[in-house]
């Protein structure tokens, strides 16, 4: 079992940043690809970012790119993700994942096998 514990979101004004971390307990970290997805009311969950078990690679949705950046630190069993310039439209519950069995990333949600339980990012206009 892995266990992940996200924090880190909050209420800002649209053009600021924030920094979402992910712990991870329960398997060595560095065997997990980690992804971010978020999910706002009424809509399907999504796929923002995700990174291979190195860290050497990261994957990221269009509409997030050259904005939020994913990272990790191994020895410290945490996934980052550095949020830039939000927007209202980034508004959402924001989750960490981890998959042990994908081979490099995957941007499909029914690959991760465990979830965290969300941590909630409000932009005001």
């Known amino acids: 079992q892995v266990q992940l514990v996200e924090s880190g979101g909050g209420l800002v004004q649209a053009g600021a940043s924030l920094k979402l971390s992910c712990a991870a307990s329960?398997?060595?970290?560095?065997?997990?690809?980690m992804g971010w997805f978020r999910q706002a009311p009424g809509k399907e969950r999504e796929f923002v970012a995700g990174i291979t078990r190195s860290g050497r690679n990261a994957d990221y949705a269009d509409f997030v790119k050259g904005r939020f950046t994913i990272s990790r630190d191994n020895a410290k069993s945490i996934a980052y993700m550095q949020m830039n310039n939000l927007q209202p439209e980034d508004s959402a519950a924001y989750y960490c994942a981890a998959d042990f069995a994908t081979y490099g990333m995957t941007r499909s949600p029914r690959d991760y096998d465990y979830w965290g339980q969300g941590t909630q990012v409000t932009v005001s206009s």
């Open positions: 329960g398997r060595t970290f560095g065997t997990l690809v």
